[in-house]
């Protein structure tokens, strides 16, 4: 294998022909303050004096988020370091994907053409960005990625809850129980988590922020990374609906989704705009990254 193995067209199964043997994948970033970064395209490339994203074919044994930042970095300057990515769309022609990995810049941060595949680059207002020559496919994608521009995914573990759905002896050890869905929870938040129940359906990805409530004597877990850990002095539910109002109050364009089976805890957090998530569908993804 080299470099150049993705190189290559690939004829999809609706009869389009589209760059990347493995699939391809571009970073749309945006910064509040600037808009999004767009990348014309050279004369001489497929599509050629379009508008689109910086990216390009993924490579064997990469992943698209990989090849996202790895694409943006060789074309834009943009290091990978400096962007964080809380979600991803995927688009499926059968034998051919493009994923679009949105990402935020970390502190200040500059681009500049460093590729002869761009003829250009500008940060556009996201209301403008439809009234630019844009390539199809982001054209047809641009709608329902603007839908989820500058959101994140912050996921509220009811630890209480999914911990008591299964009965594997956790109440021979519940502290030891809730360290454990802890460690899958910060390993979910690494690799990501794509579901029909999420928001944007089963053709996006989220890398969310988790943040896991435990109660009795679960308390006084600590946290790890990518797994906060909240305890529950008293009322565990009052407590997740507390983080639930926190987390719409600290982003309010984030999508908050709150992980228990409890009814009347539903219907308090999506009082809050909060959506639910149910635990047997949560565990079936944990047990699968096992």
Known sequence: ????????????????????????????LSDPA????LQRRAWWVHHGRTWALPGGAVEAGESPREAATREAHEEADIPPGRVRAPAASHVDHGNWRYTTVLAAPIGPLSARVTSAESAELRWV????????????????AWPGLREHLDRGLVLVVDGA????????????????????LRDKLATLAGTGLADPALPGGG????????????????????PVPGA??????????????????????AGPDDHVVVVTADRE??????????????????????????
């Open 34 to 37: 600037r808009g999004v970064l």
């Open 265 to 290: 805890l539903r219907s308090r957090v999506e009082a809050l705009g909060a959506s639910t998530f149910g635990p047997g569908t949560l565990l079936g993804h944990l047990d699968s990254r096992i």
């Open 203 to 222: 053709e996006w990805s989220w890398w969310p922020k988790v943040v896991l409530v435990v109660e009795g004597k679960a308390r006084g877990v600590a």
């Open 228 to 249: 906060e850990v909240v305890d529950a002095e008293s009322d565990g539910d009052s407590r997740i609906v507390a983080v639930a109002r926190e987390a719409r109050a």
């Open 161 to 180: 809850n999914v911990v008591g759905s299964r009965p594997d002896g956790w109440w021979r050890d519940r502290r030891g129980a809730a360290e454990r």
């Open 125 to 140: 207002r996201a209301a403008e960005v439809a009234g630019f020559r844009l390539h199809r496919d982001f054209a047809a």
């Open 1 to 28: 294998m080299t470099r150049q193995d993705g190189n290559g067209f690939v004829k999809c199964a609706f009869g389009h022909l589209h760059w990347g043997l493995n699939g391809a994948a571009g970073l749309l």
